[in-house]
């Protein structure tokens, strides 16, 4: 099947080169371009500045980077940070780094001016103080057309649908994203891994949200054996902005084959030990008896948990987290709002726009207005502005602008 044309440009295009936005005035001496310092920020700087001052978000992004194979993971309880494997200058400081090697603080959505400069990547320009939810062109309502994806998604089935249509239409070749464990009696554990799906059963699999994490870019590995070169990321927030600040940054060899970036809107995600320590203990509710799980202002089991008591199982790479809203993801996607059986969906790139006219035309979803419910575009901004009020005033001021500074007394 051919890839309709102006998806498959799009595609070919990524990563975007960002815009040129300075113009010269008639008589206006153009300046000379600052240079740009040499970047020789290592792993020093990222385990001092981001790994152990609580910014780290667990995305796993330093470690598909790090050409030396030298950043272990753990995606267990409690853990979902990168370390140091090697020993010899201890955890704090790396070998290669010593010698040169910068990848993996280029990698990395949380080291100083990730956020300007994902935003210059992708739309040429910083957002404005009043973009709370970052920069996007629309926002509408989706759901998949085909029943069966639509029942299976979380929403309306968006993401799954649009996995589908493009692997389908030969746009992309495999997606990372999340599976969720299953217990022996063949009934889902929920405890959510990344990994590669690469047909329409695979995607389906891994359909609707689990809220413990899965630091899907740790799947690249599995793609890369497997010899795929057009990738679709779906992620949370704090993942859809590795690709964006890869790019940015020149980390040519793991970001180029990340071609449509899908995103996750998130204000938490939780650490596994929820469902042991939470749920079957005070609810009595173990995970073999759980079909189904959604937020909307309290946990939804199809039994309901108060939300404030899940708190103090957050992740610790979610305290300090600004982005709710996904801000540099092509498509991003959420369930809040009143018609909560459609995907809210924010269309921020050229390509995702591409994506979402080309499913419309094929019919493989349905779409309609976002103002049709104006209260969930307005709790997205809310929401965006109180995750923002989380970054600390300490690390790169970008993340807060927009927001009412108060003096302190
Ligand atoms: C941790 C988390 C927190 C979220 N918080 C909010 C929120 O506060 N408000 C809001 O409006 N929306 C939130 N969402 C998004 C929402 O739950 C839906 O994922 C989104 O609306 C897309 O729905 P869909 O029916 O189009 O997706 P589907 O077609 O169901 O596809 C969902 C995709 O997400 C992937 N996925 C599922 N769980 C995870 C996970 N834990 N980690 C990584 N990938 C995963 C799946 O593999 C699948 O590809 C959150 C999602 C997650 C995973
Ligand atoms: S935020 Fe992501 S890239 Fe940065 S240190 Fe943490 S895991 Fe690595
Ligand atoms: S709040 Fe969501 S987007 Fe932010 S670090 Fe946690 S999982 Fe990632």
């Given at each position: 099947m051919a890839a309709p044309a102006p998806v498959a440009q799009g595609i070919e295009q990524r990563p975007p080169e960002p815009c040129a936005q300075v113009r010269i005035l008639p008589g206006a001496h153009a300046p000379a371009p600052a240079k740009k310092p040499r970047w020789t920020y290592q792993w020093k700087e990222l385990h001092d500045e981001v790994?152990?001052?609580?910014?780290?978000?667990?995305?796993?992004?330093?470690?598909?980077?790090?050409?030396?194979?030298?950043?272990?993971?753990?995606?267990?309880?409690?853990a979902y940070k990168p370390f140091h494997l090697e020993e010899e200058l201890g955890a704090d400081d790396c070998v290669h780094g010593v010698k040169g090697c910068t990848s993996c603080t280029r990698a990395c959505p949380r080291f100083r001016m990730w956020e300007p400069e994902a935003d210059m990547h992708l739309f040429g320009r910083e957002r404005d103080p009043d973009e709370m939810s970052g920069i996007y062109?629309?926002?509408?309502?989706?759901?998949?057309?085909?029943?069966?994806?639509?029942?299976?998604?979380?929403?309306?089935?968006?993401?799954?649908?649009?996995?589908?249509?493009?692997?389908?239409?030969?746009?992309?070749?495999?997606?990372?994203?999340?599976?969720?464990?299953?217990?022996?009696?063949?009934?889902?554990?929920?405890?959510?891994?990344?990994?590669?799906?690469t047909n329409r059963d695979e995607v389906l699999r891994g359909a609707g949200s689990r809220y413990t994490y899965s630091a899907n870019p740790i799947a690249f590995e599995e793609a890369r054996e497997k010899g795929l070169d057009r990738l679709a990321l779906v992620g949370m927030s704090c993942q859809t902005s590795v690709g964006p600040v890869m790019w940015h940054r020149k980390v040519g060899k793991v970001s180029k084959p990340i071609k449509l970036n899908i995103g996750l809107l998130c204000s938490k995600s939780f650490d596994d030990s929820l469902?042991?320590?939470?749920f079957e203990v005070k609810y009595g509710l173990p995970k073999e008896q759980i079909s189904k799980m959604n937020i909307k202002g309290v946990f939804q089991i199809w039994t309901k948990v108060?939300?404030?008591?899940?708190?103090?199982?957050?992740?610790?790479?979610?305290?300090?987290?600004?982005?709710?809203?996904?801000?540099h993801a092509d498509i991003s996607t959420g369930g809040i709002g009143d018609l909560s059986d459609w995907t809210l969906t924010i269309v921020r790139t050229e390509l995702g726009r591409a994506v979402i006219d080309a499913m419309v035309r094929d019919g493989a979803i349905e779409i309609r207005p976002g103002d049709d419910d104006p209260g969930a575009i307005a709790l997205m901004h809310r929401l965006s502005a109180k995750s923002r009020e989380r970054w600390p005033r300490w690390a790169d001021g970008a993340a807060r602008?927009?927001?009412?500074?108060r003096r302190s007394a």
């Amino acid at each position: 099947m051919a890839a309709p044309a102006p998806v498959a440009q799009g595609i070919e295009q990524r990563p975007p080169e960002p815009c040129a936005q300075v113009r010269i005035l008639p008589g206006a001496h153009a300046p000379a371009p600052a240079k740009k310092p040499r970047w020789t920020y290592q792993w020093k700087e990222l385990h001092d500045e981001v790994i152990t001052s609580g910014l780290c978000t667990g995305c796993a992004g330093c470690v598909i980077a790090c050409p030396h194979h030298v950043i272990g993971y753990t995606h267990e309880p409690g853990a979902y940070k990168p370390f140091h494997l090697e020993e010899e200058l201890g955890a704090d400081d790396c070998v290669h780094g010593v010698k040169g090697c910068t990848s993996c603080t280029r990698a990395c959505p949380r080291f100083r001016m990730w956020e300007p400069e994902a935003d210059m990547h992708l739309f040429g320009r910083e957002r404005d103080p009043d973009e709370m939810s970052g920069i996007y062109s629309d926002i509408l309502l989706t759901r998949a057309s085909d029943d069966f994806v639509y029942e299976v998604g979380q929403d309306g089935g968006l993401v799954s649908a649009i996995l589908i249509w493009c692997m389908e239409n030969d746009i992309i070749d495999g997606a990372l994203t999340s599976g969720v464990e299953s217990l022996p009696s063949g009934e889902p554990g929920w405890k959510a891994f990344p990994m590669v799906a690469t047909n329409r059963d695979e995607v389906l699999r891994g359909a609707g949200s689990r809220y413990t994490y899965s630091a899907n870019p740790i799947a690249f590995e599995e793609a890369r054996e497997k010899g795929l070169d057009r990738l679709a990321l779906v992620g949370m927030s704090c993942q859809t902005s590795v690709g964006p600040v890869m790019w940015h940054r020149k980390v040519g060899k793991v970001s180029k084959p990340i071609k449509l970036n899908i995103g996750l809107l998130c204000s938490k995600s939780f650490d596994d030990s929820l469902f042991d320590e939470l749920f079957e203990v005070k609810y009595g509710l173990p995970k073999e008896q759980i079909s189904k799980m959604n937020i909307k202002g309290v946990f939804q089991i199809w039994t309901k948990v108060n939300l404030k008591e899940c708190h103090a199982w957050t992740r610790e790479g979610c305290n300090l987290c600004p982005d709710f809203a996904a801000e540099h993801a092509d498509i991003s996607t959420g369930g809040i709002g009143d018609l909560s059986d459609w995907t809210l969906t924010i269309v921020r790139t050229e390509l995702g726009r591409a994506v979402i006219d080309a499913m419309v035309r094929d019919g493989a979803i349905e779409i309609r207005p976002g103002d049709d419910d104006p209260g969930a575009i307005a709790l997205m901004h809310r929401l965006s502005a109180k995750s923002r009020e989380r970054w600390p005033r300490w690390a790169d001021g970008a993340a807060r602008l927009g927001l009412p500074e108060r003096r302190s007394a």
